[in-house]
């Protein structure tokens, strides 16, 4: 088992914005914190971290410090993102 904690407010996963020439980007914030998540992985799985064909179980637990609604699909996917390929 590889566990840890990645610190501050979790930051769920945005729509991707379009730009009026066409482009398409992700806010700095989110990709901020996806590499967060992805460094604290790291960091816990040292050696275990090595990719997989074996199923995964993810569990994740958000503390949020606003009574604000949040979608829990898209902070799962933030979480998703980070880990995918690693």
């Given amino acids: 088992m590889i ?3 990645v610190p501050g407010d979790p930051v769920p996963a945005p729509r991707p914005r ?4 066409g482009g398409v980007f992700t806010p ?3 990709e901020a914190y996806r ?7 790291r960091r816990a799985a040292g050696r275990k971290g090595r990719p997989t064909d074996l199923p995964v179980i993810v569990h994740a637990t958000f ?5 604000r609604r949040t979608d ?5 996917k933030t979480i998703l ?3 995918n390929g690693l």
């Fill in 35 to 41: 590499d967060e998540v992805a460094w604290e992985y």
């Fill in 3 to 5: 566990a840890f904690t």
């Fill in 18 to 21: 379009v730009t009026r020439s």
């Fill in 81 to 83: 993102d980070a880990l």
């Fill in 28 to 30: 700095p914030k989110y």
């Fill in 63 to 67: 503390f949020l410090r606003t009574r």
């Fill in 72 to 76: 829990l699909d898209n902070l799962a």
